[in-house]
C-alpha cells in the first residue's frame, strides 16, 4: 500500500491506495503543534482504526505547503512506518514542465493537482483548488504549467468579514435559499458563495481566452469544490481526491 499525505494550511490530508484504488482518506488538523511520536501514533492509530493495517503500507509520498510541519512529520513517518518518504520538492519527476518565470515559486500542491488532472483527463487543462486559498492554474497540450492565478479562499475571506467587521458573526459557509438576502447571515453567505461563483466564472473566462487554447477541460477539487461547481456551467469535473491521484501518479514516476 502507499499513503499519500497532502500538507495543506488547515488540514493534513491522508489517503491510502492499494494499486490504483484509493482504500480510504482520512484528516488530521495542521494548526495543532505535534512532536514526531504524536504524527507516528496518530496516523498508525487512524489507519488502524479503518481497518488498514501500519505493516500493510510499504511506502509513502509527501506534499506540503506548510514548511514548519515536516521535519516532524516526516520522522514520524520514518519511526513509526520504516519508511522513507518521497517528498514533492524541486527536482523530483512528476510528468509536468513548469514554465513559468520561477518555478521553485510553484506550490507542491499546485503541482500535484496539476500532475493529477493531466494524467487523468488530459491537455490543456485549468484546475481550479478550493482550499484556504482558491487557485487557477492552466496547463497546456503537452503537459507544461503555464501560469496560474491565486486568490483568497472562501474561509479566507469568511473569516475577514467577522474579524474585521465588529457586528458581523461568524457563519456557515453554505449557498442561501436565495441572494436577496434579507437578514444579516444569509446576506453574507450569498457574497461569499456567490461572490466566488463570479470570481471563478471571470477567471476561468479570461485565462482561457488569454491562453488562446481550445477545448479546454476545468477541474475543480478542494473541500467547496464541490458547492461551487454545482453552481456553474463553467466546469466540468469535479474531483474530490485529484491532489491525492497526483500524488500516486508522481510516487510512480520515481521509480521505486
Same mark, same amino acid.
Given at each position: ?103 521553485? +515559486? =510553484? &506550490? ?10 493531466? %494524467?487523468?483527463?488530459?491537455?490543456? #487543462?485549468? /484546475? ?67 461572490? +466566488? =461563483? &463570479? ?10 481566452? %488569454?491562453?488562446?487554447?481550445?477545448? #479546454?477541460? /476545468? ?38
Amino acid at each position: 500500500m502507499l499513503m499519500a499525505i497532502d500538507v495543506g494550511n488547515t488540514n493534513i490530508t491522508i489517503g491510502v491506495f492499494e494499486g490504483e484504488t484509493l482504500v480510504g482518506t482520512f484528516r488530521l488538523t495542521t494548526s495543532i503543534p505535534r512532536t514526531s511520536d504524536e504524527y507516528g501514533v496518530s496516523i498508525g492509530e487512524i489507519l488502524e482504526t479503518n481497518g488498514i493495517s501500519r505493516k500493510n503500507v510499504k511506502d509513502a509520498i509527501i506534499a506540503s505547503v506548510v514548511p514548519a510541519v515536516m521535519h516532524s512529520l516526516v520522522s514520524g513517518v520514518i519511526k513509526y512506518f520504516d519508511i522513507n518518504p518521497v517528498i514533492v520538492e524541486p527536482g523530483i519527476k512528476t510528468g509536468i514542465k513548469i514554465v513559468t518565470e520561477n518555478p521553485k +515559486q =510553484i &506550490g507542491a500542491d499546485r503541482i500535484v493537482d496539476a500532475a493529477g488532472a493531466y %494524467e487523468l483527463y488530459g491537455g490543456p #487543462v485549468l /484546475v481550479l483548488d478550493y482550499g484556504t486559498a482558491t487557485t487557477y492554474d492552466l496547463v497546456s497540450a503537452d503537459g507544461a504549467f503555464m501560469a496560474g492565478v491565486t486568490a483568497p479562499g472562501i474561509r479566507i475571506s469568511a473569516k475577514a468579514l467577522w474579524r474585521d467587521a465588529a457586528k458581523l458573526p461568524e457563519i456557515e459557509i453554505k449557498k442561501p435559499e436565495h441572494i436577496l438576502a434579507r437578514e444579516t447571515i444569509s446576506s453574507m453567505q450569498a457574497g461569499l458563495v456567490y461572490g +466566488q =461563483i &463570479g470570481q471563478t466564472e471571470y477567471i476561468v473566462k479570461h485565462m482561457i481566452e %488569454e491562453s488562446g487554447y481550445e477545448n #479546454v477541460k /476545468v477541474v475543480a477539487t478542494g473541500g467547496l469544490g464541490g458547492m461551487i461547481s454545482q453552481e456553474t456551467n463553467c466546469i466540468d469535473i469535479y474531483d474530490p481526491n485529484l491532489t491525492l491521484q497526483g500524488m500516486r501518479f508522481i510516487y510512480n514516476k520515481q521509480g521505486r
